[in-house]
């Protein structure tokens, strides 16, 4: 789903963590959204089997608060995030996560909780250096290699 795109990752588990994932992706989206190689994937992580049981039960309803072109890549997820937990700083389950995820599939840029115009601003400029390095790799034929040099920006985790 995501290898070969740039992919704006959020990870949410609670109302909070939607409005934190919103703040930082929205002006992303807003700007990047038609861009063919660009994908947006929003995962509703419920580790909690009695939560995760009433997510399904009313997935249609929580379907109605998602747009229609972003239904495709909103995805449930009941997954126990224990051991990847500090890898990914994911530290707060109350709060979202939101991970910037190159064509390879390695984490280039990271955020949480509520963002400063700033970490929402190196979000989207992250985002479109990672596509125009993936253009530019396109128009020459070039295979992804794994030397590609980190994007910088700050965000926090």
Known sequence: MCFGK???LAMLSTKMSEMHAQGFVEPTHKRFSSHP?????Q?????????AFLVNLFLGKLRQHVPPELHETYLVSTQNME???????MTNSKVGYVYLIDENLRIRWA???????????ALESCTG?????????????????????????????
């Not at 190689?37 to 994937?41: A, E, G, P």
């Not at 955020?111 to 601003?121: F, I, R, S, V």
């Not at 125009?132 to 994007?151: D, I, M």
């Open 111 to 121: 955020g949480c909780a509520d963002p400063t115009p700033e970490e929402a601003q």
């Open 6 to 8: 740039i992919t704006v």
């Open 43 to 51: 995962i509703n992580l419920q580790e909690n089997l009695l939560k």
């Open 129 to 157: 250096v990672l596509l125009k390095r993936l253009e530019r790799k396109a128009g020459t034929g070039q295979q992804s290699t794994t030397s590609t040099p980190p994007v910088t920006g700050g965000g926090r985790p």
């Open 83 to 89: 051991y990847v937990r500090e890898a990914t700083g």
């Open 37 to 41: 190689q660009y994908q947006y994937v």
